[in-house]
Protein backbone atom coordinates (compact mmCIF):
# COMPACT_ATOMS: atom_id res chain seq x y z
CA UNK A 1 0.00 0.00 0.00
CA UNK A 2 1.45 3.53 -0.91
CA UNK A 3 2.26 5.33 1.95
CA UNK A 4 -0.30 8.59 1.90
CA UNK A 5 1.31 11.36 0.19
CA UNK A 6 4.00 9.18 -0.83
CA UNK A 7 5.27 8.24 -4.52
CA UNK A 8 1.11 7.61 -5.40
CA UNK A 9 0.51 11.28 -4.36
CA UNK A 10 2.97 12.88 -6.38
CA UNK A 11 0.25 13.38 -9.29
CA UNK A 12 -2.08 15.05 -7.09
CA UNK A 13 0.11 17.29 -6.40
CA UNK A 14 0.64 18.16 -9.82
CA UNK A 15 -2.68 18.70 -10.21
CA UNK A 16 -3.00 20.72 -7.56
CA UNK A 17 -0.26 23.40 -9.12
CA UNK A 18 -1.98 23.09 -12.11
CA UNK A 19 -5.07 23.93 -10.64
CA UNK A 20 -3.82 26.70 -8.67
CA UNK A 21 -2.01 28.31 -11.61
CA UNK A 22 -5.62 27.88 -13.84
CA UNK A 23 -7.24 30.59 -10.80
CA UNK A 24 -6.01 33.78 -12.65
CA UNK A 25 -2.65 33.74 -11.41
CA UNK A 26 -0.96 36.81 -13.76
CA UNK A 27 2.09 34.89 -14.04
CA UNK A 28 3.63 31.30 -14.04
CA UNK A 29 5.50 30.87 -11.20
CA UNK A 30 9.36 30.50 -11.69
CA UNK A 31 9.67 27.39 -9.25
CA UNK A 32 7.11 25.18 -8.31
CA UNK A 33 5.35 25.43 -5.63
CA UNK A 34 2.60 22.45 -4.34
CA UNK A 35 1.49 24.06 -0.97
CA UNK A 36 -0.92 26.09 -3.17
CA UNK A 37 1.87 28.34 -4.69
CA UNK A 38 1.37 30.96 -1.75
CA UNK A 39 4.42 32.82 -2.94
CA UNK A 40 3.99 35.36 -5.77
CA UNK A 41 6.47 37.14 -8.02
CA UNK A 42 7.50 40.26 -6.88
CA UNK A 43 6.33 42.09 -10.34
CA UNK A 44 4.23 44.34 -8.89
CA UNK A 45 2.16 45.37 -11.75
CA UNK A 46 1.33 42.07 -12.32
CA UNK A 47 0.35 40.73 -8.51
CA UNK A 48 -2.25 39.21 -7.45
CA UNK A 49 -3.93 41.13 -5.05
CA UNK A 50 -5.30 38.63 -2.51
CA UNK A 51 -4.94 39.95 0.96
CA UNK A 52 -3.54 43.46 0.88
CA UNK A 53 -0.95 44.63 3.42
CA UNK A 54 -1.11 47.59 5.27
CA UNK A 55 2.66 48.25 5.01
CA UNK A 56 4.14 51.64 2.54
CA UNK A 57 6.59 48.69 1.61
CA UNK A 58 4.35 45.86 0.26
CA UNK A 59 1.76 45.81 -2.45
CA UNK A 60 -0.51 42.86 -2.73
CA UNK A 61 2.02 40.97 -0.61
CA UNK A 62 5.02 41.98 -2.98
CA UNK A 63 8.25 44.20 -1.97
CA UNK A 64 8.24 47.39 -3.38
CA UNK A 65 11.09 49.18 -5.19
CA UNK A 66 13.74 50.73 -2.62
CA UNK A 67 13.38 47.55 0.00
CA UNK A 68 16.58 45.58 -0.11
CA UNK A 69 15.91 42.27 -1.11
CA UNK A 70 19.13 40.54 -1.01
CA UNK A 71 20.08 41.51 2.33
CA UNK A 72 23.49 39.08 3.46
CA UNK A 73 22.62 35.72 4.33
CA UNK A 74 22.17 34.91 8.12
CA UNK A 75 24.22 32.27 9.71
CA UNK A 76 21.10 30.89 10.57
CA UNK A 77 22.79 29.10 13.99
CA UNK A 78 20.57 27.56 16.57
CA UNK A 79 20.04 27.00 19.74
CA UNK A 80 17.07 24.53 21.43
CA UNK A 81 15.53 25.16 24.80
CA UNK A 82 13.77 22.20 26.38
CA UNK A 83 11.19 22.32 29.91
CA UNK A 84 11.22 18.96 31.65
CA UNK A 85 8.81 18.00 34.01
CA UNK A 86 10.29 15.70 36.76
CA UNK A 87 8.33 12.97 38.17
CA UNK A 88 8.62 10.32 41.25
CA UNK A 89 9.37 6.73 39.27
CA UNK A 90 7.92 4.73 41.84
CA UNK A 91 4.24 6.54 42.09
CA UNK A 92 4.74 8.37 38.44
CA UNK A 93 3.30 11.17 40.06
CA UNK A 94 4.77 15.36 39.01
CA UNK A 95 6.82 16.04 42.21
CA UNK A 96 5.99 19.07 44.25
CA UNK A 97 9.50 19.89 44.88
CA UNK A 98 12.67 19.01 43.55
CA UNK A 99 14.93 17.14 46.81
CA UNK A 100 17.76 19.40 48.02
CA UNK A 101 20.79 19.35 45.50
CA UNK A 102 19.07 18.36 42.60
CA UNK A 103 19.27 21.78 41.08
CA UNK A 104 22.71 22.37 42.36
CA UNK A 105 24.26 19.21 41.02
CA UNK A 106 22.83 20.36 37.54
CA UNK A 107 24.09 23.65 37.69
CA UNK A 108 27.56 22.53 38.58
CA UNK A 109 27.66 20.39 35.90
CA UNK A 110 25.97 22.10 33.18
CA UNK A 111 26.76 25.69 34.44
CA UNK A 112 24.86 28.00 32.38
CA UNK A 113 23.19 25.58 30.47
CA UNK A 114 20.07 24.27 32.91
CA UNK A 115 17.90 26.84 35.06
CA UNK A 116 14.59 26.48 37.12
CA UNK A 117 11.44 27.10 35.62
CA UNK A 118 8.65 28.20 36.81
CA UNK A 119 7.24 25.59 38.80
CA UNK A 120 9.66 23.52 41.47
CA UNK A 121 8.92 20.70 39.57
CA UNK A 122 10.52 21.86 35.97
CA UNK A 123 14.02 22.10 35.11
CA UNK A 124 15.20 24.04 31.62
CA UNK A 125 17.88 23.72 29.41
CA UNK A 126 19.58 25.29 26.76
CA UNK A 127 22.04 24.01 24.28
CA UNK A 128 24.92 26.04 23.36
CA UNK A 129 24.86 28.02 19.97
CA UNK A 130 25.45 25.82 17.25
CA UNK A 131 26.28 25.88 14.30
CA UNK A 132 24.33 22.70 12.36
CA UNK A 133 21.21 20.60 13.74
CA UNK A 134 23.86 17.71 14.43
CA UNK A 135 25.83 19.51 17.14
CA UNK A 136 22.60 20.87 18.52
CA UNK A 137 21.55 17.19 18.80
CA UNK A 138 24.72 15.85 20.26
CA UNK A 139 23.98 18.72 23.23
CA UNK A 140 20.69 18.55 23.58
CA UNK A 141 21.42 14.72 24.31
CA UNK A 142 24.33 15.70 26.72
CA UNK A 143 21.78 17.73 28.70
CA UNK A 144 19.13 15.13 28.47
CA UNK A 145 21.26 12.35 30.24
CA UNK A 146 22.79 14.50 32.66
CA UNK A 147 19.13 15.49 34.13
CA UNK A 148 18.35 11.89 33.65
CA UNK A 149 21.83 11.05 35.54
CA UNK A 150 21.17 13.72 38.40
CA UNK A 151 17.80 13.02 39.09
CA UNK A 152 17.59 9.02 38.70
CA UNK A 153 19.91 9.20 42.32
CA UNK A 154 17.14 10.55 43.93
CA UNK A 155 14.45 7.82 42.41
CA UNK A 156 13.17 10.75 40.08
CA UNK A 157 13.09 10.89 35.99
CA UNK A 158 12.66 14.04 33.91
CA UNK A 159 9.76 13.72 30.99
CA UNK A 160 9.84 15.54 27.74
CA UNK A 161 5.89 16.19 27.98
CA UNK A 162 4.15 19.19 27.56
CA UNK A 163 1.65 18.06 30.19
CA UNK A 164 1.61 15.59 32.99
CA UNK A 165 -0.89 12.42 32.57
CA UNK A 166 -3.05 12.56 35.50
CA UNK A 167 -0.72 15.39 37.91
CA UNK A 168 -3.08 17.86 40.07
CA UNK A 169 -1.84 21.16 39.35
CA UNK A 170 -3.69 22.97 42.22
CA UNK A 171 -0.79 21.03 44.35
CA UNK A 172 2.06 22.53 42.33
CA UNK A 173 4.13 25.55 43.57
CA UNK A 174 6.22 27.87 41.74
CA UNK A 175 9.89 28.53 42.41
CA UNK A 176 10.82 31.36 44.66
CA UNK A 177 12.40 34.12 42.32
CA UNK A 178 11.29 37.81 42.44
CA UNK A 179 10.18 37.35 38.82
CA UNK A 180 8.15 34.29 39.87
CA UNK A 181 6.25 35.97 42.51
CA UNK A 182 5.69 38.81 40.02
CA UNK A 183 4.37 36.70 37.52
CA UNK A 184 2.05 34.76 40.07
CA UNK A 185 1.01 38.04 41.31
CA UNK A 186 0.57 39.69 37.74
CA UNK A 187 -1.56 36.35 36.46
CA UNK A 188 -3.07 35.38 39.46
CA UNK A 189 -5.08 32.13 38.93
CA UNK A 190 -4.12 31.34 35.21
CA UNK A 191 -0.51 31.10 36.01
CA UNK A 192 -1.48 28.35 38.46
CA UNK A 193 -2.49 26.53 35.70
CA UNK A 194 0.93 26.15 34.59
CA UNK A 195 1.96 23.08 34.88
CA UNK A 196 2.82 22.55 31.08
CA UNK A 197 6.32 22.47 29.22
CA UNK A 198 7.39 23.41 25.53
CA UNK A 199 10.25 23.45 23.57
CA UNK A 200 12.02 26.83 21.78
CA UNK A 201 14.03 26.49 18.72
CA UNK A 202 16.33 29.94 18.15
CA UNK A 203 17.64 31.01 14.51
CA UNK A 204 20.09 33.24 14.05
CA UNK A 205 18.95 35.69 11.91
CA UNK A 206 21.44 39.29 11.96
CA UNK A 207 19.51 41.94 10.63
CA UNK A 208 16.45 43.05 12.55
CA UNK A 209 13.85 44.12 9.94
CA UNK A 210 14.60 40.61 8.06
CA UNK A 211 13.55 39.19 11.34
CA UNK A 212 10.78 40.95 11.24
CA UNK A 213 10.13 39.98 7.54
CA UNK A 214 10.55 36.42 8.19
CA UNK A 215 8.63 36.28 11.48
CA UNK A 216 5.89 38.14 8.83
CA UNK A 217 5.87 34.89 6.76
CA UNK A 218 6.39 31.80 8.61
CA UNK A 219 3.73 32.06 10.93
CA UNK A 220 2.28 30.27 8.41
CA UNK A 221 3.84 26.92 9.15
CA UNK A 222 3.65 27.02 12.83
CA UNK A 223 0.25 25.11 12.83
CA UNK A 224 2.25 22.52 10.75
CA UNK A 225 5.42 22.37 13.48
CA UNK A 226 2.44 22.67 16.44
CA UNK A 227 0.93 19.33 14.71
CA UNK A 228 4.72 17.33 14.35
CA UNK A 229 5.28 18.47 17.99
CA UNK A 230 2.10 17.12 19.57
CA UNK A 231 2.66 15.84 23.24
CA UNK A 232 -0.28 16.44 25.91
CA UNK A 233 -3.16 14.88 25.23
CA UNK A 234 -4.21 14.12 28.97
CA UNK A 235 -4.96 17.10 31.43
CA UNK A 236 -5.61 16.06 35.51
CA UNK A 237 -6.05 12.12 34.62
CA UNK A 238 -8.33 13.15 31.84
CA UNK A 239 -8.30 12.27 28.43
CA UNK A 240 -8.84 16.04 26.88
CA UNK A 241 -9.28 14.87 23.42
CA UNK A 242 -7.00 17.30 22.15
CA UNK A 243 -3.02 16.21 20.94
CA UNK A 244 -1.99 19.61 22.74
CA UNK A 245 -4.04 20.70 26.03
CA UNK A 246 -0.71 22.68 26.36
CA UNK A 247 -1.43 25.27 24.03
CA UNK A 248 -4.59 25.95 25.30
CA UNK A 249 -3.64 26.09 29.14
CA UNK A 250 -0.94 28.80 27.86
CA UNK A 251 -2.86 30.99 25.56
CA UNK A 252 -5.13 31.44 28.66
CA UNK A 253 -2.59 34.32 28.98
CA UNK A 254 -2.54 37.28 27.90
CA UNK A 255 0.44 38.45 24.96
CA UNK A 256 -0.04 34.66 23.83
CA UNK A 257 -0.93 33.37 20.19
CA UNK A 258 0.17 34.55 16.68
CA UNK A 259 1.87 38.06 16.35
CA UNK A 260 0.63 40.91 14.48
CA UNK A 261 2.06 41.65 11.42
CA UNK A 262 4.49 44.18 11.41
CA UNK A 263 5.94 46.70 8.56
CA UNK A 264 9.57 46.58 10.13
CA UNK A 265 11.69 46.49 12.94
CA UNK A 266 10.98 49.71 14.32
CA UNK A 267 7.18 48.96 14.07
CA UNK A 268 7.89 46.29 16.12
CA UNK A 269 9.99 48.52 18.40
CA UNK A 270 6.94 51.51 18.77
CA UNK A 271 4.45 48.30 19.59
CA UNK A 272 6.93 46.97 22.69
CA UNK A 273 7.58 50.89 23.51
CA UNK A 274 3.92 51.49 23.92
CA UNK A 275 3.44 48.53 26.78
CA UNK A 276 6.73 49.51 28.56
CA UNK A 277 5.37 53.12 28.68
CA UNK A 278 2.13 52.10 29.74
CA UNK A 279 4.07 50.12 32.39
CA UNK A 280 2.17 46.72 31.21
CA UNK A 281 5.39 44.93 31.09
CA UNK A 282 8.65 45.63 31.36
CA UNK A 283 10.09 44.35 27.93
CA UNK A 284 9.78 42.19 25.40
CA UNK A 285 10.41 38.80 27.06
CA UNK A 286 7.03 39.59 28.85
CA UNK A 287 5.75 39.11 24.83
CA UNK A 288 4.94 35.28 25.00
CA UNK A 289 3.51 34.77 21.45
CA UNK A 290 3.95 31.73 19.57
CA UNK A 291 7.24 33.31 17.40
CA UNK A 292 8.87 36.24 18.36
CA UNK A 293 12.47 38.45 17.77
CA UNK A 294 14.24 37.33 20.61
CA UNK A 295 14.92 39.90 23.36
CA UNK A 296 18.14 38.59 24.35
CA UNK A 297 19.77 37.54 21.05
CA UNK A 298 19.48 38.09 17.50
CA UNK A 299 17.17 35.60 16.90
CA UNK A 300 13.82 34.33 15.69
CA UNK A 301 12.55 32.34 18.65
CA UNK A 302 9.79 29.86 17.52
CA UNK A 303 7.56 29.13 20.48
CA UNK A 304 4.68 27.42 19.35
CA UNK A 305 5.23 23.78 19.79
CA UNK A 306 4.88 20.82 22.35
CA UNK A 307 8.29 19.68 23.48
CA UNK A 308 8.70 16.12 21.80
CA UNK A 309 9.48 13.27 23.65
CA UNK A 310 12.00 11.56 21.31
CA UNK A 311 14.57 13.48 20.78
CA UNK A 312 15.16 12.52 16.99
CA UNK A 313 11.17 14.33 17.17
CA UNK A 314 12.31 17.33 18.31
CA UNK A 315 15.53 17.91 15.93
CA UNK A 316 13.05 17.45 13.03
CA UNK A 317 11.05 20.50 14.50
CA UNK A 318 14.09 22.24 14.54
CA UNK A 319 15.53 21.21 11.17
CA UNK A 320 11.75 22.37 9.24
CA UNK A 321 11.61 25.67 11.38
CA UNK A 322 15.14 26.48 10.32
CA UNK A 323 15.00 25.20 6.55
CA UNK A 324 11.38 26.96 6.25
CA UNK A 325 13.57 30.24 7.16
CA UNK A 326 16.35 29.52 4.53
CA UNK A 327 13.83 28.59 2.30
CA UNK A 328 11.91 31.80 2.67
CA UNK A 329 14.97 34.06 2.70
CA UNK A 330 16.41 32.45 -0.17
CA UNK A 331 12.91 33.21 -2.45
CA UNK A 332 13.60 37.10 -0.82
CA UNK A 333 16.97 37.24 -2.95
CA UNK A 334 14.64 36.52 -6.20
CA UNK A 335 12.20 39.22 -5.25
CA UNK A 336 9.48 36.41 -4.11
CA UNK A 337 7.24 35.82 -0.98
CA UNK A 338 4.74 34.07 0.86
CA UNK A 339 1.28 35.20 0.32
CA UNK A 340 0.52 36.92 4.29
CA UNK A 341 -2.64 35.69 5.53
CA UNK A 342 -4.91 36.66 8.08
CA UNK A 343 -3.69 35.57 11.40
CA UNK A 344 -7.57 34.36 12.70
CA UNK A 345 -7.66 31.91 9.08
CA UNK A 346 -3.96 30.58 10.50
CA UNK A 347 -5.46 30.22 13.72
CA UNK A 348 -8.13 27.57 12.31
CA UNK A 349 -5.10 25.78 11.55
CA UNK A 350 -3.89 26.38 14.71
CA UNK A 351 -6.85 24.57 16.41
CA UNK A 352 -6.76 21.81 13.90
CA UNK A 353 -3.04 20.36 14.64
CA UNK A 354 -3.91 21.28 18.36
CA UNK A 355 -7.20 18.63 18.55
CA UNK A 356 -5.94 16.23 15.58
CA UNK A 357 -1.89 16.18 15.98
CA UNK A 358 -0.83 14.78 12.40
CA UNK A 359 -3.67 12.31 11.72
CA UNK A 360 -5.83 15.65 10.74
CA UNK A 361 -6.29 17.72 7.88
CA UNK A 362 -5.28 21.45 7.84
CA UNK A 363 -6.81 23.94 5.42
CA UNK A 364 -4.95 24.91 2.56
CA UNK A 365 -5.97 28.47 1.91
CA UNK A 366 -4.86 28.69 -1.93
CA UNK A 367 -7.24 25.94 -2.48
CA UNK A 368 -10.04 26.66 0.10
CA UNK A 369 -9.98 23.10 1.13
CA UNK A 370 -9.04 20.98 4.02
CA UNK A 371 -5.65 18.91 2.75
CA UNK A 372 -4.37 15.88 4.87
CA UNK A 373 -1.38 16.34 6.95
CA UNK A 374 0.26 13.77 5.44
CA UNK A 375 0.16 15.10 1.96
CA UNK A 376 1.22 18.63 3.63
CA UNK A 377 4.35 16.92 5.50
CA UNK A 378 5.09 15.70 1.66
CA UNK A 379 5.07 19.34 0.41
CA UNK A 380 7.09 21.05 2.97
CA UNK A 381 9.71 18.26 2.35
CA UNK A 382 9.96 19.05 -0.99
CA UNK A 383 9.51 22.76 -0.72
CA UNK A 384 12.39 22.99 1.87
CA UNK A 385 14.58 19.74 0.16
CA UNK A 386 17.39 22.66 -1.33
CA UNK A 387 17.38 24.42 1.80
CA UNK A 388 17.72 21.43 4.06
CA UNK A 389 20.75 20.16 2.08
CA UNK A 390 22.37 23.66 2.33
CA UNK A 391 21.73 23.44 6.07
CA UNK A 392 22.76 19.39 6.13
CA UNK A 393 20.18 18.80 7.48
CA UNK A 394 18.01 16.74 4.69
CA UNK A 395 17.70 13.67 6.91
CA UNK A 396 16.04 15.67 9.85
CA UNK A 397 13.24 16.71 7.85
CA UNK A 398 12.41 14.20 6.28
CA UNK A 399 12.13 12.08 9.92
CA UNK A 400 9.09 14.34 9.91
CA UNK A 401 7.66 11.24 7.34
CA UNK A 402 8.32 8.50 10.68
CA UNK A 403 6.58 10.99 13.10
CA UNK A 404 3.28 10.76 11.00
CA UNK A 405 3.28 7.24 9.90
CA UNK A 406 3.78 6.48 13.86
CA UNK A 407 2.43 9.05 15.51
CA UNK A 408 3.60 11.87 17.87
CA UNK A 409 3.94 11.60 21.63
CA UNK A 410 0.40 12.20 21.91
CA UNK A 411 -0.65 9.73 19.70
CA UNK A 412 1.88 6.93 21.02
CA UNK A 413 1.06 8.12 24.76
CA UNK A 414 -2.86 7.29 23.97
CA UNK A 415 -2.70 4.00 22.43
CA UNK A 416 -0.15 3.22 25.69
CA UNK A 417 -3.11 3.89 27.82
CA UNK A 418 -5.41 2.02 25.89
CA UNK A 419 -3.69 -0.98 25.52
CA UNK A 420 -3.07 -0.90 29.22
CA UNK A 421 -7.09 -0.31 29.96
CA UNK A 422 -7.50 -3.46 27.03
CA UNK A 423 -5.23 -5.24 28.81
CA UNK A 424 -7.45 -4.81 32.32
CA UNK A 425 -5.66 -2.13 34.15
CA UNK A 426 -7.28 0.41 35.88
CA UNK A 427 -7.40 3.78 34.66
CA UNK A 428 -4.60 5.18 37.53
CA UNK A 429 -2.54 2.06 35.95
CA UNK A 430 -3.41 2.58 32.25
CA UNK A 431 -1.92 6.53 33.72
CA UNK A 432 1.21 5.16 35.18
CA UNK A 433 2.14 3.02 32.31
CA UNK A 434 1.78 6.36 30.24
CA UNK A 435 4.52 8.19 32.69
CA UNK A 436 6.03 4.78 32.20
CA UNK A 437 6.24 5.47 28.68
CA UNK A 438 7.50 8.95 28.84
CA UNK A 439 10.42 8.30 31.08
CA UNK A 440 11.67 6.00 28.72
CA UNK A 441 11.45 7.62 25.63
CA UNK A 442 12.44 10.67 26.84
CA UNK A 443 16.57 9.10 27.37
CA UNK A 444 15.79 6.72 23.96
CA UNK A 445 18.58 6.78 21.50
CA UNK A 446 20.51 9.32 23.71
Known amino acids: MERPGGRGASSKRTARVASFRSQGTAEPFPFELPLACRTTT ?15 NYVGGTYAKGVDVAA ?3 SFTVGIEEEYLVVDKETGDLVQDLPDGVMEECEARLENQVSPEFLRSQIEVGTKVSKNLQDAREDLAMLRQTIADVTAKHNLAPIAASTHPFADWVQQQHTDKARYHMLARDMAGLVRRLVIS ?13 RIDLMNQVVYFLPHLLALSTSSPFW ?7 KSYRTSVFRSLPRTGLPDEFDSWADYRRYVKVLVDAEVIEDATKLWWDIRPSDRYPTLEMRCSDICTTLDDGITIAAIYMSLLSMLFRQRTHNKRWRIYSRSLIDENTWRAQRYGVTGSLIDFGRGAQVPFADLVEEIIELVREDAEELGCVAEVEHARVIVSRGTSAHRQLATYRAALESGASEAEASQAVVDFLISETVAGL
Open 72 to 74: KRP
Open 42 to 56: MDVSSAVVLNPSSSD
Open 198 to 210: GMHVHVMIDDEDL
Open 236 to 242: AGEDTGL
